[in-house]
């Protein structure tokens, strides 16, 4: 007989966990189907951000971060080092055993909150009377029953056409996380989130690094102020960016990957690597999930058709994360599963896009939230604009880390905050006000008058508020 439940969640990324979490404890019964596994084969729910992307990633930058530091800037902290030498497997062994911590939390969070597990895939088989029956295929298979079902099975990072991954010379950010050795040349091919991170980590420990980019404008989704100092940046540490080429043959040989590639300019030119990351984007996680079988509504490009709500062609039936319209963020994904747990317990959840944080992890750290200033001028807004570069900042001097600047735009009449982008150090932390503010229409003035701690990064959110008035003043 197959196994009730109020609620199953196919898929323990952050989406299908966090998902899973909130339903259990508004009170209903829960199971939580995922089919990740470690390299000792024992489950390991968190998806992609966990297992081969967010989680091991930033691992990753934080240690050839510090490499960096040591070999380029202890010595004007007045601190001498002699000579250093890099052990990679310490280095990515650090990163598994993070990746280990995360998993082994999320088992125990199913297990605190009384969630039923199941390792294997999950699909659709058909509407039945209780709701929904759902087959289970792993080491034990097992015939499940929902109410509602929530599909949060994520994407899979996209390949060349005709170029398949084999995480050796041709890599994934799965297999970018995993080389067992520092190449002398890599290639990128994306200058997006991906080939910017991955290609900082392999530079920062010595690898020669080459990133292709199709798009015509750097970071075309940016703020162009602060993609332009970026670009800076990046030159600056050694990246080589190129825009506006157009991929052409790839050849992969036993020590090399060689590309063919038309430059902006229209000229041929060859690259010859030791292996080639390959970031162009990503793809929902759909086949498998029993869609032809009950009738579920999918898109031309596979995601799975939802309204606002996160709810698809199928009654009780949900979908959230990367499997559905709207960025691929882990925290976006999060937020939905939370807004669909709340509405099948009969509450309101909501998600607001319009608020949803950006982070580029690389150094400087990229962040923003609303729009930028291209949006505003395209949209014929009329926007005030305050800056403030870190340079003036104090407790970045401090850091030795005074690269780049805050930048608000606000409402002209308003004084509504519409776009906060932030280029420097820690980033990442700083947004976290902008979003705040932003949710609850504040304005530029709010932050200006709002209390900031000396000295400390944060206030050169202050400044650029002030700055919005022009009244910033130097720290």
Known sequence: MAKQ????????????????????????????????????????PGGTCTNTGCIPSKALLQSSENYDQVNHHFAAHGIEVGDVALNLDTLIGRKDTIVRQSNEGILYLFKKNKITFFHGTGALTAKVDFGWSIKVSGSADEDLEARHVIIATGSSARALPGLPFDEKQILSNDGALRMPAVPKKLGIIGAGVIGLEMGSVWRRLGAEVTILEA?????????????????????????????????????????????????????????????????????????GLGADTVGLKLDERGFVVVNDD??????????????????????????????VAERIAGQHGHVNFDTI??????????????????????????????????MANG????????????????????????????????????????????????????????????????????????GVDKRTRNL
């Open 395 to 466: 407790r970045a001097r401090a850091l030795g880390d005074t690269t780049g600047f805050v930048k608000i735009l606000a409402d002209a009449k308003t004084d509504e905050v519409l776009g906060v982008h932030i280029i420097g150090p820690m980033a990442s932390e700083l947004i976290s006000e902008a979003v705040t503010i932003m949710e609850f229409r504040g304005a530029a003035e709010d932050i200006a008058r709002i209390c900031h701690a000396h000295p400390t990064l944060s206030e050169a959110m202050k400044e650029a508020a002030l």
């Open 5 to 44: 439940f109020d609620v199953v969640v196919i898929g323990a990324g952050p989406g299908g966990y966090v998902a899973a979490i909130r339903a259990a404890q508004l009170g209903l019964s829960v199971a939580c189907v995922d089919e990740w596994r470690n390299a000792a084969g024992k489950p390991a």
């Open 215 to 287: 798009m015509p404008e750097f970071l075309a989704a940016v703020d162009r102020d602060v993609a332009k100092e970026a670009q800076k940046a990046f030159a600056k540490q050694g990246l080589a960016i190129q825009t506006g080429v157009k991929i052409g043959e790839i050849k992969a040989t036993a020590k090399t990957v060689n590309v063919a590639y038309t430059d902006a300019s229209g000229a041929e030119q060859k690259l010859s690597v030791n292996q080639l990351i390959v970031s162009i984007g990503r793809v929902p996680n759909t086949q």
């Open 310 to 339: 996160c709810l698809t062609s199928l009654s009780n039936v949900w979908a959230v994360g990367d499997v559905v319209r709207g960025p691929m963020l882990a925290h976006k994904a999060e937020e939905e599963g939370v807004a």
């Open 357 to 390: 944080p950006w982070v580029i992890y690389t150094s400087p750290e990229i962040a923003w939230v609303g729009k930028t200033e291209q949006t505003l001028k395209t949209e014929g807004r009329e926007y005030k604009v305050g800056s403030f570069p870190f």
